[in-house]
């Protein structure tokens, strides 16, 4: 038990408490969109984010993920390793392992895919790559000598009782814009998925429709095969 306390206390000290973190994900939320968007405009030439909220400019992953920079940062510091490579390692492997629960939980939870690495060298799924794997790695190390020390210094002077105030009124709002975020996702996953059943049944009609009894489907025509596309397409999206 006092090992325990030791801990919190330990981590208290090291800024790690609820309001702190809370700042830093909303912040790397933020951050995250802006960052994306730049990126996709100067290599791609459009502008392109992952918002994962119905309200706000907020994309969790950065947010958790800047969470989790600076908690495994000062863990690593705490227990006294302090080299360049193992804060490099150590923080590289979490980023990727929660990369890949994000992709997977996203893939075959909401039938989405946010990102493909499919062509990157070394890569799994398409969710996880080492070129990816490396950069996580890069920029936890700037994370840490770089922006850990501002972030202490910007934490100290947000003790007061109204950012106290602020940060239970967005906790608030936050666990409100998730829930109906969640709820918007699981409808939007139930959708896609009666629409792919719906227009499965719609082609069985249709191929029983048009379709001869006497005649075999090898022997079917391709203007008769464009025909029956045509046809369940109009009639799936109402045009």
Request: glycine share 8%; aromatic share 16%.
């Amino acid at each position: 038990m006092e090992d325990r306390h030791e801990g919190l206390a330990e981590m208290k000290k090291e800024g790690v408490t609820y309001c702190n973190m809370f700042w830093l994900f909303m912040f790397g939320n933020v951050l995250g969109v802006l960052l994306e968007g730049t990126w996709c405009r100067l290599i791609f030439g459009h502008w392109e984010t992952h918002v994962a909220t119905i309200w706000g400019p907020f994309s969790l992953i950065y947010g958790v993920g800047a969470v989790m920079f600076y908690i495994s940062g000062e863990k690593i510091r705490s227990t006294g390793y302090k080299g360049v490579v193992t804060r490099f390692c150590s923080i590289a492997i979490v980023a990727t392992v929660f990369e890949l629960a994000c992709g997977l939980l996203l893939e075959y939870g909401m039938g989405m895919k946010a990102w493909d690495y499919s062509k990157s060298f070394m890569n799994y799924k398409g969710l996880i790559c080492l070129k990816m794997t490396l950069l996580w790695g890069l920029a936890g190390v700037i994370f840490a000598y770089m922006v850990v020390p501002k972030l202490k210094k910007v934490f100290a002077r947000m003790q007061g009782k109204g950012w106290k105030a602020a940060c239970a009124a967005l906790s608030i709002f936050m666990i409100i814009n998730l829930s109906f975020t969640l709820v918007c996702m699981v409808r939007w996953k139930d959708r896609h998925l009666y629409s792919a059943v719906a227009f499965a049944q719609q082609l069985k009609c249709v191929f029983a429709h048009f379709m001869h009894p006497f005649c075999s489907f090898s022997l079917y025509s391709v203007s008769k095969t464009k025909r029956i596309i045509i046809y369940c397409i109009k009639n799936e999206y109402n045009i």
